[in-house]
């Protein structure tokens, strides 16, 4: 992987991106990548190969997983509040 391209842009090659990395097997300090783990284990059991997935069925599970209601969101999806937040940048 790619660590140092991924911190950089694309066109200007200049550092955009800070990635920070949680410990191995210390979940506690990665909680939103955990829970996303879950929604994602849902659909792909842990340990199957994801290329047996297609593209369709990837973006229907992204699809699913930002229109989850969330109790961190008072029970609103991630999608809704994206799009709320972009219409008042507009």
């Not at 660590?3 to 949680?22: D, F, N, V």
Request: net charge positive; glycine share 4%.
């Amino acid at each position: 992987m790619d660590c140092a391209g991924m911190e950089r842009s694309l066109h200007t090659k200049q550092p955009r991106t800070k990635i920070y990395y949680c410990h191995p097997y210390s979940s506690w300090e990665c909680g939103s990548n955990e829970n996303a783990n879950c929604l994602i284990r849902r659909f792909i059991p842990k340990g199957t190969a994801i290329e047996t997935y297609s593209t369709e069925e990837i973006q229907q599970i992204e699809d699913w997983i930002n229109h989850y209601p969330r109790k961190i969101f008072n029970y609103r999806c991630s999608d809704a509040l994206f799009r709320e937040h972009l219409q008042k940048l507009l």
